[in-house]
């Protein structure tokens, strides 16, 4: 499948590999996307034993690079270092930077889906998943680790592929997305579409909304106390500029410029419909009862969008898991901040 020329895919400083799916790929939704790709990362070699795979799983709006988006934790004498692991990570589908997504050609009409693109799920995206192990050979997966919607994704995949995994860490994620984060999502959806370019069929529709939905993201990512230690103004004077107002702006700034609306706005809707009781029958505990992996529960405890009680939920219903905490000034963000903390949980999980 040709992609459009898209500065997500060309901000990456490592481009990825690309796998071609040349069949028919069906969506939980009955749609068909006609064909595939499915853009990934890996560093590092299989071992002749073939037990040191490490797959990530990325959160919303990264990339399949996490020496990009977690550079204190993956890459050369860091903690996933590729001289000891077989480390992959694959960009999620309907993103911008390389998998399938809004700004991909459909080849029934020649030309880029756009708003067309049809609505996805956190199941359709592990799906191309494991589309891709089998693709690259995997039969094990020593250890795999997903914060966030990545969270989300490892979630399904381990109760979709039991088997294949050994050990995992589910950070920061949930059975299903609550009430209150589907409002911010949602919230953020109403400032795309209060942009009058959203709709438009060129890959910039939307952006100056899309920024705006990223300035109401952020907040939910962080929270009152970082707020105030980071974003407090160092004088009594003023009336307007404000430190925290400015950085909102640039983090806007920094979104429109390595992303796509169309994508911001159905990744955000595949999370909205993350709940793994879709379709299936039984309780939460009969459903997660299938993990056979060892399986590590990461909370932190100022995250106001993932709040613990739903890091505890899934531990309580796991088999073989175990919860943990972890403190950070940085609330939901700081899974990508807190190297240290989660080096050291991860130290005593695996060792």
Not at 269 to 276: C, L, V
Request: proline fraction near 5%.
């Amino acid at each position: 499948m040709q992609k459009s020329t898209h500065s997500c895919l060309f901000l990456q400083t490592m481009l990825p590999k690309i796998l071609s799916y040349p069949h028919p790929f069906d969506l939980e939704s009955g749609t068909t996307l006609p064909t595939i790709e499915i853009a990934y990362h890996t560093f590092g070699k299989l071992n002749d034993k073939k037990d040191n795979v490490v797959w990530l799983c990325h959160a919303f709006s990264a990339n399949s690079n996490p020496e990009e988006w977690w550079p204190g934790m993956v890459g050369e004498g860091k903690y996933f270092d590729p001289q000891k692991y077989f480390i992959i990570c694959a960009n999620m589908l309907g993103s911008c930077y390389g998998s399938t997504g809004p700004l991909s050609i459909n080849p029934q009409t020649g030309e880029p889906y756009y708003g067309n693109f049809p609505v996805i799920t956190v199941r359709d995206m592990v799906k191309s998943l494991i589309i891709l192990r089998k693709h690259l050979g995997i039969e094990k997966i020593w250890f795999s680790l997903g914060f966030s919607m990545g969270g989300q994704q490892l979630l399904e995949w381990l109760i979709a592929e039991p088997e294949v995994f050994d050990n995992a860490l589910l950070g920061a994620t949930n059975i299903r997305h609550s009430p209150w984060g589907i409002a911010f999502n949602e919230s953020q959806r109403m400032a795309i579409e209060a942009d009058q370019t959203f709709g438009q069929k060129n890959e910039n529709a939307g952006a100056i909304g899309m920024g705006v939905a990223r300035s109401i993201g952020l907040i939910s990512y962080r929270n009152y106390e970082t707020y105030n230690t980071k974003q407090q103004d160092d004088t009594n004077e003023l009336l307007s500029h404000f430190k925290a107002g400015s950085y909102q702006r640039h983090q806007a700034e920094k979104l429109i410029k390595r992303f796509n609306a169309y994508s911001y706005y159905r990744l955000s809707q595949a999370m909205d419909n993350h709940n793994i009781l879709r379709g299936r029958i039984g309780t939460p505990k009969d459903i997660l009862s299938k993990i056979k992996a060892k399986i590590l529960v990461l909370g932190i405890d100022s995250d106001n969008l993932f709040p613990l009680p739903e890091q505890k939920l899934l531990a309580e219903n796991i088999p073989n898991s175990h919860f943990t905490t972890i403190h950070s000034l940085y609330g939901h963000d700081g899974f990508l901040l807190e190297y240290e903390k989660i080096s050291t949980l991860l130290d005593d999980f695996l060792d």
